[in-house]
């Protein structure tokens, strides 16, 4: 069987998608290939432990959390993530989600899995590393998120998500934002003004805290 590089598992609270809110087992794998300039998980850049993937579908069972997520990092990265990805979905009837910052190909991620797939906006610093054939590769039940800086950001999803039709190729367009460089209210309110039909998230993790 399979193993990964794990940098931790924990049980939380969702807090970035429509599962907002729900409890969940995490399992945050090391390596990232970018660098974003928000980024809350650098620890993750490296280091962690090689753990079973059967050892982390144990934990997810016993764990008795509404939902599994695989994320980073960039969970895509690494040759074990199918094979976890598959046997978290097969053992139990919980939807599993996976993180990915979209610079990877989504063909990696099982039927069945639900993928949120990350666009970066230039103030990221990683605006460029989008991979375009995975618009054209979304299932209905994927889920595509932005984290915006500033009203530049902004507007330049907005046009991303007209240009390519991201309405209706997945289950639903997220938008957030950088905590401490774009009020969640002021984003609401150009999000509301412009008619779009995409969904404002919080940070849900960030305020409150599951130990």
């Given at each position: 069987m399979s193993s990964v590089l794990v940098s931790e598992s924990f049980i939380s609270i969702q807090g970035e998608s429509t599962y907002s809110?729900?409890?969940?087992?995490?399992?945050?794998?090391?390596?990232?290939?970018?660098r974003c300039n928000y980024c809350d998980t650098e620890y993750a850049y490296s280091g962690g432990t090689e753990i079973d993937v059967t050892e982390l579908v144990q934990a997810r069972l016993a764990s008795g959390a509404a939902i599994a997520e695989i994320t980073g990092g960039e969970p895509l990265l690494q040759d074990g993530f199918t094979a976890l990805a598959k046997v978290l979905r097969d053992s139990s009837e919980q939807p599993v989600l996976v993180e990915t910052n979209g610079s990877q190909d989504i063909e990696l991620i099982p039927e069945g899995v639900i993928a949120v797939v990350d666009v970066k906006s230039p103030g990221s610093g990683e605006g460029d590393s989008f991979y375009m054939p995975n618009i054209d590769k979304l299932r209905d039940y994927d889920e595509v998120k932005f984290v915006l800086s500033d009203e530049s950001d902004y507007v330049w999803?907005?046009?991303?998500?007209?240009e390519h039709g991201l309405i209706?190729?997945?289950?639903a367009v997220l938008f957030g934002a950088v905590a401490g460089k774009l009020d969640v209210g002021t984003l609401g309110q150009w999000i509301v003004a412009d008619k779009l039909g995409v969904r404002l998230q919080v940070q849900l993790h960030k305020i409150i805290n599951v130990a």
């Open positions: 809110g729900l409890s969940c087992f995490f399992v945050r794998l090391t390596g990232c290939n970018l999803a907005k046009d991303f998500i007209r209706d190729k997945c289950h």
